[in-house]
């Protein structure tokens, strides 16, 4: 009898872990490779994760019960392991939504100075915000990594020689946006711009 009741106990684990090694799996896979199917498959784990936490937790209420009926000693802490395993799946889940998100809402700004000249008081301008990045030395390429609190066009402006430069560095940009812009500075201190934007 008691071997039967287990059944319900080793379903509940089984259905907490599944989701949370297969979720790991994807989340780590996609960290190396932002590959955009594997946010597919991600989405969909959760989704069924959800279900199978769910169904987890019938399972291991049928264990709690069948085993009161009949006589069966249960230790709390065998009870709080399995609701810990499963509940876990939720704070997981969000973590990597959250993780995931942040990343893909990145946006690298690449400045490469191949002039022999310093570039200075360098920002990059949004609606309501003004990032300052640092001082390019000459013949120098460096990269920013930043995220933008608002919508609308993105513009940047740097000195060269006490001589102000100015433009657009995105169009437009919105939520679900990721991308990346280059701003070069040639010999002859002529500025251009090259950037893309893609949805995540």
Known sequence: MKKNIDIYYKAAINLGRVPIIIGTII???WLITHEFLLNLAGAITIFLGFFSVCL?????????YKSKVNSIKNSKAKIFK????????????LSFIMISSYIDSTFTIIIDNQSNRTIKNIHVSEFNHVNDLPNVLA?????????????GEINYSLSIDDIK???ILFGYITSGVHGEAQITINNFIQVTVDSN???M
Do not use: W
């Not at 399995?82 to 889940?93: D, E, G, V």
């Not at 013949?139 to 919508?151: A, I, N, R």
């Open 56 to 64: 987890g937790l019938i399972s291991l209420s049928i264990y709690i």
């Open 197 to 199: 934007t893609t949805f």
């Open 82 to 93: 399995a609701i810990a395993i499963l509940l876990i799946n939720f704070p997981l889940a």
């Open 27 to 29: 989340f780590l896979l």
């Open 165 to 167: 430069h100015t433009g």
């Open 139 to 151: 013949h120098t390429k460096v990269s920013h990594h930043l995220h933008f609190q608002s919508e």
